[in-house]
């Protein structure tokens, strides 16, 4: 499982939501691009990116600063955030990017997220966010009564790399990942699970490697790694630990 630092791009800044929440919002450099090259000079191997702004209006807002991450960040990088053609996929491909997250589309127009996974076969990442179990759309300001577990096992067969599962109730708030959601949503798909949301300090990390379920292959972390309560080396360290499933 590996450990991967978010960068949430607003305005162009590095900043980090409460819930979901445009009002709540915090910003922690004006630098996305430096903020990248501290944590891969701390150990990150991947880093999770998200135009904000992009996502909200439904086409790229960010782009120049996610062009400065891509050039410079060293490790490998997966983009989202208002990504609902295929010429922004494209796009964010052709700067560098690894992979690129397909969320509000996936639940709006299937055929694009397949198409998308034809032709980049192991490149698209789908991105479920949930509140309270279901898929909420839009950059999180428009909710549905479509389960993440139902719309998972809709793209079960189409080549996906990941699944990135967010519990929005838990994003920024630093309360624990809901590792039960997570675990729930493995066992339902044949598709690698990448947890996020709620991260709130190395316990997390442990509680979730601990697990050892060769199906939840990463976990994004934003907030805790901001404000200190999570430090990336130890983090990585606790990811990596073998442990000893009591009987």
Known sequence: MIIIPAIDVKDGKCVRL??????????????????????RDLGAQRIHVVDLDGSREG????????????????????????????????????????????????????????????????????????????????????????????????????????????????????????VEATVKIAESVNIPIIASGGVSGIRDIERLAEIADPRIIGVITGKALYTGALDLREAIRASQRKFVQSS
């Open 18 to 39: 409460r819930q979901g929440d445009f009002s709540r919002v915090t910003v922690y450099s004006a630098d996305p691009a430096e903020m990248a090259r501290k944590w």
């Open 59 to 178: 086409r790229p807002v960010n782009a120049g600063a996610i062009r400065l991450i891509l050039e410079d960040a060293g490790v490998p990088v997966e983009v989202g955030g208002g990504i609902r053609n295929m010429e922004t996929v494209e796009t964010y491909l052709g700067m560098g990017a690894g992979w690129v997250i397909l969320g509000t589309s996936a639940l709006k127009d299937g055929d694009f997220l397949r198409e998308a996974c034809r032709r980049y076969p192991g490149r698209i990442i789908l991105g479920i966010d949930a509140k309270d179990g279901n898929v909420a759309v839009e950059g999180w300001t428009e909710n549905t009564d479509r389960s993440a577990a139902s719309l998972a096992k809709k793209y079960e067969e189409i080549g996906l790399h990941a699944i990135v599962y967010t519990d929005i109730m838990r994003d920024g708030m630093e309360t624990g990942v809901n």
